[in-house]
């Protein structure tokens, strides 16, 4: 992974707004280009929902993808690219039994049996989206008021590095993304449906 393609925060609101806000500034940026934060003190989900982590055991991130030759009715590709990013990468620690629980909760939760690993909140602009991602790895547990959320470490009873789960999903965005790009989506659309 190109490490220019990283930013890293120690604390802010929200990634998605940050990164957004920089684009509205006029701030030049890459393909792929992403913001990490330790600690987001209001990461935003679906429907209004916060997303909460504790600095260290998960990763909390937003990704820049210019998806300008998207149609409108195509944007959803986007979330079904995105989906199945972080469903590969996941999968790539998990025996093959483990893989066969991961699924996708419609539009882009992704769980683990009937349990939550990650969120992904995606802003859909003219020509560019911006993909927000929490994704669980080194939890051991969660408060009361998350009851379904699960870690990669709790499945896997292994502790990783969150900069190495990071590039790895990286890894299968660069692998996914030349063919998205040029509009072939429907490989990475039958896996979404499949999960």
Known sequence: MDTSLLEFIDQVESTNTYLTEQIASGRQLPQLHTV???????????????????????????IL??????????QFAVSELASWAV?????????DEQKT?????????????????????????????VIGIGMNINDESFPPELPIAISLRMITG?????????IRLHEQLALLLPDFLLGRYMDVHRHYMKH
Not at 49 to 54: A, L, V
Not at 116 to 129: N, R
Not at 158 to 166: D, Y
């Open 36 to 62: 990490v934060c330790r600690q987001q003190t209001a990461g935003r989900g679906m429907r209004g929902n916060s997303w909460t982590s504790r600095p260290g055991d998960s990763l909390t991130f937003s």
């Open 87 to 95: 469903m590969r990468t996941y999968a790539s620690y998990m025996t």
């Open 158 to 166: 292994r502790s990783l590095e969150p900069m190495e789960v990071l």
């Open 101 to 129: 629980k991961l699924k996708v909760k419609w539009p882009n939760d992704i769980f683990y049996e009937d349990r939550k690993l990650a969120g992904i909140l995606i802003e859909q602009h003219v020509d560019y989206s």
């Open 65 to 74: 993808l210019r998806s300008d030759l998207l149609q409108g009715k195509q």
